[in-house]
């Protein structure tokens, strides 16, 4: 006797179904197909009596029906984040709940009414285990490397592992995602903050972002992780807590990302910069700020980025703070920031000796830069330099996890986890 399962996805976009018969695929198709609604979401009623129809079965007769995620498991996370960042979350919890109220949190029991199959034959699989499917599956591969990103899932963000494929009967079909990446920490998510702040829709102008990524360079590659790297060196000389210390090394990979907001020409320009060129340069640190509030990243993070321009004696940008009321990861920045930028060659002037750019370093200290940060400074960076000049030039990632990690997001990873 035939095995017929079918496969749901909805409640978020492009709804569908697919349906099963002994592992090989009768009928599939999207909602909009049938409501003529570009991209929609609802629970795919059409799609599921059109792979009934095209397999001649009744709702009835199908073994199992499957859900494409966990949705309580995705509103425990929900609730969980907007606790974390209460007060600030109250509007977005409040348009999140109207949301979640209305079918996502009832979907067991919404198939139950709708199709008759009774509650122990609905299942539900994790987000990143359906993409993973999709991929292998889709796919000529016997067994493969699996990657998975996305904004967020349940709770995952990010997976590897391994998957093979068996339709001959001879093997077995499985997948196992080894390690994973977890909420807020989330390569999807900071591209879509990308997507909302340069204007288009998110969950739907990704595509475009996608397509004129091709046209930048990776200009700034080497000189951010140069200044992480420093940043993340000064942050352990001077004894910060761990947590600290991976928050200015993440900020220090994020302190430019305001510079999308600054023309080429200004970034570029070989001579003096015009008063309101210098005003275009000053505006990358509120910039950026307003790119990463979009992104579930500690305030911490978000703040050393926005203040990583300040000085020490206030008559910096872009609040003219002053002393400690600087945060501590954006007073550390500033020095990672600027001896990297005095011993690399800039389009304006060739630079200092790294001897010159210490000295001017010390210079600052009490004045551009927080006195305890240039101290440490002074005590690491013989041995940092010297490192640095020794170390092996970068060499293109090997495998789909050298090309998929950040470092800032690697200490992160969970532990295995095999299904």
């Known amino acids: 006797m035939a095995t017929y399962v079918l496969g749901l996805s909805a409640l978020y976009h492009d709804a ?24 929609d979401h609802r629970l795919p009623w059409h799609a599921v009596d059109y792979c009934l129809r095209t397999a001649g079965i009744a709702a009835r007769e199908l073994d199992y029906v499957v859900f494409y995620e966990k949705p309580l498991v995705k509103f425990e996370r929900i609730l969980l984040g907007h606790l974390a960042t209460y007060p600030r979350s109250w509007r977005v919890f409040r348009e999140a709940m109207i949301a979640w109220f209305g079918e996502k949190l009832w979907v067991k029991t919404l198939l139950q009414q709708h199709l008759g199959v009774p509650a122990d034959r609905i299942l539900f699989v994790e987000h990143h285990d359906s993409h993973a499917a999709s991929a292998m599956y889709c796919s000529p591969f016997h067994e493969a490397a699996v990657l998975t990103l996305d904004g967020v899932g349940e709770w995952t963000t990010t997976a590897l592992g391994r998957a093979t494929a068996a339709w001959d009967g001879r093997g077995r079909n499985a997948i196992a995602l080894e390690e994973e990446l977890h909420f807020p920490h989330s390569l999807g998510l900071l591209y879509s903050a990308f997507t909302a702040w ?39 000389a001077m004894g910060l807590d761990a947590g600290t210390v991976e928050e200015i090394a ?9 510079k999308i907001a600054v023309p080429d020409a200004v970034l570029g320009k070989p001579g003096r910069l015009t008063p309101e060129e210098h005003r275009l340069i000053r505006r990358h640190a509120e910039a950026g700020y307003q790119i990463l509030q979009s992104a579930p990243l500690p305030e911490g993070v978000k703040r050393a980025v926005l203040h990583s321009h300040e000085r020490w ?15 501590v990861g954006a007073r550390v920045l500033a020095v990672a920031d600027a001896y990297e930028a005095m011993t690399h060659d800039r389009p304006y002037r060739r ?45 293109p990632a090997a495998t789909l996890r050298d090309a998929v990690s950040l470092a800032a997001l690697e200490r992160r990873a969970t532990p295995a986890r095999v299904r």
């Open 351 to 395: 630079a200092p000796t790294p001897a010159e750019a210490r000295a001017r370093i010390a210079a600052g200290a009490g004045a551009q830069f927080d006195p305890a940060v240039v101290e440490a400074f002074g005590r690491i960076i013989d041995a940092f330099d010297r490192e640095a000049a020794e170390a092996r030039p970068p060499q």
């Open 16 to 39: 569908a179904a697919a349906l099963l018969r002994d592992g090989d695929l009768v009928a599939a198709a999207q909602e909009e197909r049938f409501t003529r609604v570009k991209f």
């Open 313 to 327: 004696d206030g008559r910096g940008y872009p609040q003219g703070l002053a002393g400690e009321a600087i945060p």
């Open 250 to 258: 993440m900020a220090a990979r994020l302190h430019d990302v305001g």
């Open 198 to 236: 340069l204007g288009f829709k998110v969950n739907s102008g990704e595509y475009k972002v996608m397509g004129m990524a091709p046209y930048g360079e990776p200009r700034y590659l080497d000189r951010v992780e140069r200044v992480a790297r420093l940043a993340e060196a000064l942050a352990r």
